[in-house]
Every structure is written in C-alpha cells, then in structure tokens.
C-alpha cells in the first residue's frame, strides 16, 4: 500500500517560478550596471555633439568675419544654437581677454619697435567646455583634462618669405543664454589699420625687409596653448610656452644679406645648417686708408653667441707684407678655462704699398692650415668642442676652413650672429669705403622677406 505525499513535501510546483524571478533580476542588475556605466558616457557623446554643433556654427562663423574684415562684406550674421550653454562677446579691453604683442628687431642697431593689440573673443561657454573665435581663428577647450585644440585656423600665414598677419579685434559686450538660437552679427568699416609696411609710423617698417631680422609674436590667451600648436606646425617657425602668463612666443627672422657687399663695422650671419660644409664662402677684401699701409696691430673679426665667443684676430707680420691668424674659440658655460686658440702656419700675402696696399683673406681656403695652440692654463680642456680624441695637446694641424665649418655650426646653432669688425687698439687701417666681405652659406630658411601687418576691426553683437 502506497504512501500519501503531503503537498509541501515537493519543490517542483514552485521551481519555474524562481527561475522567472531570477531571470528578471539579473537583467535588472545588468540593467542597472548598463544605465550606471553608460549613461555618464551617453551623456558625454551628447555634449560633444552639442559642442561640435556650435564649433562647426562658429566655423562658419570665422569664414563670415573673414569676409567682413578683408572687405567683402559689410555685414554678416550666423546663427547658433545654444542648447544650454551661452555666448558672449568680450570686446578688446576687457581683462585677460587676449592680447598679441608684436616686435620688430635688428640686434646690429639695437633697433626695436614693438605695438600691442587687443583680440577680444567671442565665446560659448557650457559646463567646462569652451568654444572661442579669437584672433580670425577658431579654439576649442575640452576643459582641465582635455587641453585646447584649434578648430579653424587663424589669418596668420607663412611660408618661409612672406609673414601676413590680419589682427582680427572684437569689439562689444553682450551676452545670451538659453536653450534656443541666436543671431551673431558682425559690421566693419572695412578700413584696415596698415602697421606694417608704413614708413609713417617708422622709416623703418619697409619692404623688403632689410631693416630688421626679427620679429616676435607674443600671444596672450586662455587658448595660447592651441596658438603655439598651430604656430609650430607651419614650416620655418620657432615657438616656446610662457605657461604663468599664458603666453605663447613665435619667432620669425629675416636673411641677412648673402654675398660680396661693402664692409661695415657689424656683419650678421643667420642659423646654418647643421652639415658637415655649411658655409660655401667667408672671405674679405681689405684695403689700407692710411697712409702707412695695411698694417694692423690687432684687427678682430668677432662674433658672441650666448657664453660662446668666435674671434678671428689678424696682425702684420714682417714689416706690413703680410697677415698673421689666430683663431679663438671658447665657451664660458663650460668653464672659465675652456679655452681653444690656432695660429696660422702661413700668413695671409700682402700686396701694394702704403696706400695701394691691399689683402684678401679668406677663412674658408683649405689650404690655409692652422695649428693648434695647446692651452698654458691647468684644469683647461683642449678639445671641448671637438669630438674624442680628434685634438690631442698639439701637433694637430687643420685648415681655416675646417675651423670656421666646425665654429660657425657652434656658434649659430641657437640663434643668428653679429660679427663685430675692427681694430682694437690704435688706428683702423682699413678704408671701409673700398673693402668688402664675401659670404654664402646655407641657411636653415626660416627668414622673412615680406612682411604685412594689419588691425582689423570687427563690431560684434549677439541677440
């Protein structure tokens, strides 16, 4: 005789039941785990695509002011959604709202010019994102970890001749805010401010630029970070950071004159290239104004970079008939004793008498051949500019222009050179009105012939 089974006894009538239930917890918790994980970076897509919104609308923004301000057009308006955030124009003169500080500089005459503009922005801001036109260009800020991007580039051009820079300045000061679209207009006078030629505000502001060789473009922004990017990734320019002040610092040069010109006091020499025989041709025609001849007690031809100093010094030697070298070379960065000197095994022919006298000296003959001078001092190095082993304590000949391809590299390698000409002591011997220099060499090719500068003014409001 079978036995009765109680109802409670079996699980199996309630087993499909927790197996629905646990289904539907574990899609909840996967849910939950989506919507905690996901949500943040949804909302994240839908700020950028918010923000990408306004960079396109503030791109075609820049392209309307670019016609305003270059006289295309007196008038444009883009339309822009704000979508939460806001927009407002900072006119030039309000504080930290940008500025660009232009200089123009020749280092032989202590020359230098330098004027100021204010760039004002036009600017959206949501949350920590920022979206700016500033200076005829187009900034992005991602916020404190993001850094900033350029979107549109600005009208500040170069190609390795020519430096055109159209400063776009905002006025105004108005803002809006909201959810829905606004109106940016902008007006001009289309009457550009000329700076730069203009022989009004300087005799030396003239093209070619023969004046100057240097100009430095100081930015001042909250987007100076993305100014430098887009500065460095145009061919023939140097840019550093001045991170306190929010500074981004471009520098342009200009090419000295290459060639047989007159003689001067002052010769300058641009960056060569770092190559094994940068320079093709360093030679001078001298010729004696005195009446005593060609007969320099120490003439120097000079140049100082920095701690390091480069010094070709010629003596007569028997009687006035000829022209002894020596060639010093030292760097104070590396030590007050780090010191190298060459004479020449030969001496440079003088021809004429008196007057009529008259001598080439050429720095670049290799078959002029200098000897090292060892150093007298204790603790000085004899080499120090050399690589290992190529200069022992003497016996070490190389030719004049071994010396000035090896100095010359040294020398310009951070920046251009003067060379400072002329006697020392007594007399200059030399008419500078007959001699000449000679000089070719090849150039890193970062060096303005041309330069345009303008202020453009653009009246900006938003409604």
């Given at each position: 005789?079978?036995?009765?089974?109680?109802?409670?006894?079996?699980?199996?009538?309630?087993?499909?039941?927790?197996?629905?239930?646990?289904?539907?917890?574990?899609?909840?918790?996967?849910?939950?785990?989506?919507?905690?994980?996901?949500?943040?970076?949804?909302?994240?897509?839908?700020?950028?695509?918010?923000?990408?919104?306004?960079?396109?609308?503030?791109?075609?923004?820049?392209?309307?002011?670019?016609?305003?301000?270059?006289?295309?057009?007196?008038?444009?308006?883009?339309?822009?959604?704000?979508?939460?955030?806001?927009?407002?124009?900072?006119?030039?003169?309000?504080?930290?709202?940008?500025?660009?500080?232009?200089?123009?500089?020749?280092?032989?005459?202590?020359?230098?010019?330098?004027?100021?503009?204010?760039?004002?922005?036009?600017?959206?801001?949501?949350?920590?994102?920022?979206?700016?036109?500033?200076?005829?260009?187009?900034?992005?800020?991602?916020?404190?970890?993001?850094?900033?991007?350029?979107?549109?580039?600005?009208?500040?051009?170069?190609?390795?001749?020519?430096?055109?820079?159209?400063?776009?300045?905002?006025?105004?000061?108005?803002?809006?805010?909201?959810?829905?679209?606004?109106?940016?207009?902008?007006?001009?006078?289309?009457?550009?401010?000329?700076?730069?030629?203009?022989?009004?505000?300087?005799?030396?502001?003239?093209?070619?630029?023969?004046?100057?060789?240097?100009?430095?473009?100081?930015?001042?922004?909250?987007?100076?970070?993305?100014?430098?990017?887009?500065?460095?990734?145009?061919?023939?320019?140097?840019?550093?950071?001045?991170?306190?002040?929010?500074?981004?610092?471009?520098?342009?040069?200009?090419?000295?004159?290459?060639?047989?010109?007159?003689?001067?006091?002052?010769?300058?020499?641009?960056?060569?290239?770092?190559?094994?025989?940068?320079?093709?041709?360093?030679?001078?025609?001298?010729?004696?104004?005195?009446?005593?001849?060609?007969?320099?007690?120490?003439y120097a031809v000079t140049a100082i970079s920095g701690t390091r100093?480069?010094?070709?010094?010629?003596?007569?030697?028997?009687?006035?008939?000829?022209?002894?070298?020596?060639?010093?070379?030292?760097?104070?960065?590396?030590?007050?004793?780090?010191?190298?000197?060459?004479?020449?095994?030969?001496?440079?022919?003088?021809?004429?008498?008196?007057?009529?006298q008259n001598s080439t000296v050429d720095f670049t003959n290799d078959?002029?051949?200098?000897?090292?001078?060892?150093?007298?001092?204790?603790?000085?190095?004899?080499?120090?500019?050399?690589?290992?082993?190529?200069?022992?304590?003497?016996?070490?000949?190389?030719?004049?222009?071994?010396?000035?391809?090896?100095?010359?590299?040294?020398?310009?390698?951070?920046?251009?050179?003067?060379?400072?000409?002329?006697?020392?002591?007594?007399?200059?011997?030399?008419?500078?009105?007959?001699?000449?220099?000679?000089?070719?060499?090849?150039?890193?090719?970062?060096?303005?012939?041309?330069?345009?500068?303008?202020?453009?003014?653009?009246?900006?409001?938003?409604?």
């Open positions: 005789m079978g036995t009765k089974q109680r109802p409670f006894d079996s699980c199996k009538a309630v087993s499909s039941v927790v197996g629905l239930l646990l289904m539907y917890s574990l899609a909840i918790v996967a849910v939950g785990i989506i919507l905690v994980y996901n949500v943040p970076v949804l909302n994240d897509m839908q700020d950028n695509a918010k923000a990408q919104k306004v960079e396109q609308a503030f791109t075609v923004m820049d392209s309307r002011m670019s016609k305003v301000a270059l006289g295309e057009s007196p008038r444009q308006t883009t339309s822009v959604s704000l979508m939460g955030g806001g927009i407002s124009v900072n006119g030039a003169g309000e504080a930290e709202r940008g500025t660009m500080t232009i200089q123009i500089i020749n280092t032989t005459t202590n020359m230098k010019e330098e004027f100021n503009c204010s760039l004002g922005t036009v600017e959206y801001v949501k949350d920590d994102r920022k979206i700016a036109y500033e200076g005829g260009g187009v900034w992005s800020d991602y916020g404190p970890k993001g850094g900033t991007v350029m979107v549109s580039p600005p009208e500040f051009h170069y190609n390795g001749v020519t430096l055109t820079l159209p400063i776009m300045t905002v006025n105004g000061n108005s803002t809006a805010s909201g959810t829905g679209n606004t109106a940016i207009n902008v007006i001009s006078d289309n009457h550009p401010y000329v700076l730069y030629p203009n022989t009004s505000l300087s005799v030396n502001r003239t093209n070619p630029t023969e004046h100057l060789d240097k100009v430095i473009v100081y930015i001042k922004s909250d987007y100076y970070k993305a100014w430098a990017n887009y500065a460095n990734s145009m061919t023939y320019t140097s840019t550093t950071l001045d991170d306190e002040n929010k500074t981004a610092i471009v520098s342009f040069t200009t090419q000295p004159p290459m060639g047989t010109q007159p003689l001067t006091s002052k010769l300058k020499v641009g960056q060569v290239c770092q190559i094994e025989h940068p320079v093709n041709e360093f030679n001078f025609y001298f010729e004696a104004v005195a009446p005593g001849g060609l007969n320099p007690d120490n100093t480069l010094s070709y010094d010629l003596q007569k030697k028997l009687g006035n008939k000829q022209l002894y070298l020596e060639v010093t070379y030292e760097d104070t960065a590396a030590g007050s004793n780090y010191i190298e000197k060459w004479k020449g095994q030969i001496n440079y022919p003088v021809n004429g008498s008196n007057a009529d078959s002029f051949m200098m000897e090292y001078i060892p150093p007298t001092k204790d603790g000085s190095d004899p080499d120090f500019s050399w690589p290992d082993d190529e200069i022992d304590d003497g016996n070490v000949s190389f030719s004049i222009d071994d010396l000035t391809q090896h100095y010359f590299k040294l020398m310009t390698e951070d920046s251009p050179i003067v060379f400072n000409i002329g006697t020392n002591t007594g007399k200059d011997p030399v008419d500078y009105s007959t001699s000449e220099v000679t000089i070719d060499y090849c150039g890193l090719g970062n060096y303005i012939t041309y330069l345009h500068i303008t202020q453009n003014e653009l009246d900006v409001t938003v409604e």
